[in-house]
Every structure is written in structure tokens, then in C-alpha cells.
């Protein structure tokens, strides 16, 4: 089974903050997504990768960054924390454009 | 712009009871929509993929249709069980692209 492991379920953090959430995946899937869920909006994309060190800006880019140095890691980085990043942070991987995106369980970010 | 809109927002069933959940989308070229699960605190989980050339498609209590010509889809779930309480998300994948498009998801109470 391929497991995608989101490092923290929760997190609470402070307005201006430099934040990282990291997302490894053990099947050597191409490609690699950013997702956050917030009520009655389902999930946004924030930042995709097809591949090592190549990054596209999603839907909601703004205040976000990535970093995919290697292929089972996708990073996504809060350059200065603010108050409406407070969500539920989902990373998937898929190997192949019609394949299954597998989640991991999410990161519950909370900024004060 | 691609679209996917799913109906009800929210259903409340008793167990036991069968339920239907809708799913209308823009998305073009169409390549193929997915139905996943996302149990509280969860990833989503795939449920089905369908294709331009499937109608009907079944996993267990679950089944999945899906009208090309009028872009809709459905997932049935049969005798329905306390643990189907989740949210459904229809996802819709276009020709080409590396990424799917996310309906905002029906949550599914069922009550004992």
C-alpha cells in the first residue's frame, strides 16, 4: 500500500512564523501535490510537482512556497505565518496523470 | 473553467437506508472522474475511477454511474452503515492534465 506521512497532525504556530510542513511518500511517485480544506470550500490546490526540483503554482499560491529537493519529499513552506492560513493541509502523490492521488491524514495548522 | 458541483451539501440518513449523491461537471476534455471517501481526520480515499466509456461501476454497497452526454454522476450506496458517515468528493480529471478537479465534497451522517 502506498503510504503518504504528513510529519505533524497538528500544528499551532504565531502570526509571522516561517512554517514547514513535510510530506513523504514510499512509492516513487512522480508526482506530488500541496492541498489545504477549509468548510464549505473543499480543496485548493497550492503548489503541484511533476517531478525532482520542478514546482507549478496551484490555485492559491499566494504566501506559500515548496521545495522538492528529492523525489519521495515535498515540502511546503510558510514564508511569514498569518491568520488565514489557519487550515487543514493535505499532501497526495500520484504516479501518473489518470492514476489515484493518495492522501496523507493532513496537518491541522493553526496560526495565533 | 472546469467545475464540478456536487449535491446535497449535507444528508442525514438512518442506517440501513440507501442514499444518492450527485455530481455535475464542466470539465473538458473529460479523461475520467473519481468518487473518494474522506473519513474525519482523514486523507481521501478513492473510491471508483469511471471512464468516457463506463456507466456503471461497483465496490461493494458503493456504485458508481456516470452520463457523459449530460456530464453527471452519481454514487449510490446501498444499506447504508454508521461507517459510510464521511464526505463524498467527486473529482473530474481533464484530458492532459496533471490536475483534478475537486467538487466541494456531500457529508453523509448516518444515524443508528
Known amino acids: 500500500d502506498v503510504k503518504v506521512t504528513q510529519s505533524s497532525r497538528y500544528l499551532v504556530k504565531r502570526t509571522g512564523e516561517k512554517v514547514f510542513l513535510e510530506c513523504v511518500q514510499d512509492?516513487?511517485?512522480?508526482?506530488m501535490f500541496w492541498y489545504r480544506q477549509d468548510p464549505g470550500l473543499g480543496l485548493r490546490l497550492i503548489y503541484f510537482?511533476?517531478?525532482?526540483?520542478?514546482?507549478e503554482k496551484g490555485d492559491i499560491p499566494e504566501g506559500y512556497s515548496v521545495s522538492r529537493e528529492k523525489k519521495e519529499r515535498f515540502s511546503l513552506i510558510l514564508e511569514s505565518a498569518s491568520t488565514n492560513q489557519t487550515s487543514m493541509y493535505l499532501c497526495?502523490?500520484?504516479?501518473?496523470?489518470?492514476?489515484?492521488?493518495?492522501f496523507g491524514n493532513g496537518t491541522r495548522l493553526t496560526v495565533t | 473553467k472546469n467545475q464540478v458541483e456536487q449535491s446535497p451539501q449535507s444528508l442525514i440518513i438512518l442506517e440501513g437506508k440507501n442514499c444518492t449523491l450527485q455530481?455535475?461537471?464542466?470539465?473538458?476534455?473529460?479523461?475520467?472522474l473519481r468518487w473518494y471517501k474522506q473519513d474525519t481526520g482523514r486523507g481521501p480515499v478513492s473510491l471508483t475511477i469511471?471512464?468516457?466509456?463506463?456507466n456503471t461501476k461497483s465496490n461493494g454497497r458503493y456504485t458508481a454511474t456516470l452520463d457523459a452526454d449530460t456530464k453527471q454522476s452519481s454514487l449510490h450506496i446501498t444499506a447504508s452503515q454508521l461507517s459510510d458517515s464521511a464526505s463524498y468528493i467527486c473529482?473530474?480529471?481533464?484530458?492532459?492534465?496533471?490536475?483534478?478537479?475537486f467538487g466541494r465534497g456531500t457529508s453523509l451522517i448516518v444515524h443508528p
Open positions: 512509492m516513487d511517485h512522480e508526482n
Open positions: 497526495a502523490s500520484s504516479p501518473s496523470r489518470n492514476s489515484p492521488l493518495h
Open positions: 469511471m471512464t468516457f466509456s463506463e
Open positions: 455530481c455535475n461537471y464542466t470539465v473538458s476534455p473529460f479523461s475520467n
Open positions: 510537482s511533476y517531478d525532482v526540483k520542478m514546482k
Open positions: 473529482v473530474v480529471t481533464s484530458g492532459g492534465s496533471y490536475i483534478p478537479t
